[in-house]
């Protein structure tokens, strides 16, 4: 079994930052996509960034160049720096993890980030 635990959301003004992190344990291969998902209300879960054990990296349009996607390996760890927030970034944040070999893929429980004046 895996288990994602995610931490680091909150309530969080216009223009400032979060970070987001989850932590990964159980039966994890070491060729693995680590990822953040998020969906608002009355919309579809949709990709944030997902990042590689190799360090590649993949991100929405929407929140390149203000979101950066981050690993350790050893510690199957994955984080998410959040930057410039806006009120359209509110949302639950999914930690997310895929293994291509088998087309295993396992969620977090989800943290709330909220974006308000």
């Known amino acids: 079994q895996v288990q994602l635990v995610e931490s680091g959301g909150g309530l969080v003004k216009p223009g400032g930052s979060l970070r987001l992190s989850c932590a990964a344990s159980?039966?994890?291969?070491?060729?693995?996509?680590l990822g953040w998902y998020r969906q608002a209300p009355g919309k579809e879960r949709e990709l944030v960034a997902t990042?590689?054990?190799?360090?590649?990296?993949n991100y929405a349009d929407s929140v390149k160049d203000r979101f950066a996607i981050s690993r350790d390996n050893a510690k199957n760890s994955v984080n998410l720096q959040m930057n410039s927030l806006k009120p359209e970034d509110t949302a639950v944040y999914y930690c997310n993890l895929k293994i291509p070999r088998y087309g295993y893929a396992y969620w977090g429980q989800g943290t709330q980030v909220t974006v308000s004046s």
């Open positions: 990042i590689t054990n190799g360090g590649s990296r």
């Open positions: 159980g039966s994890i291969f070491s060729i693995n996509v």
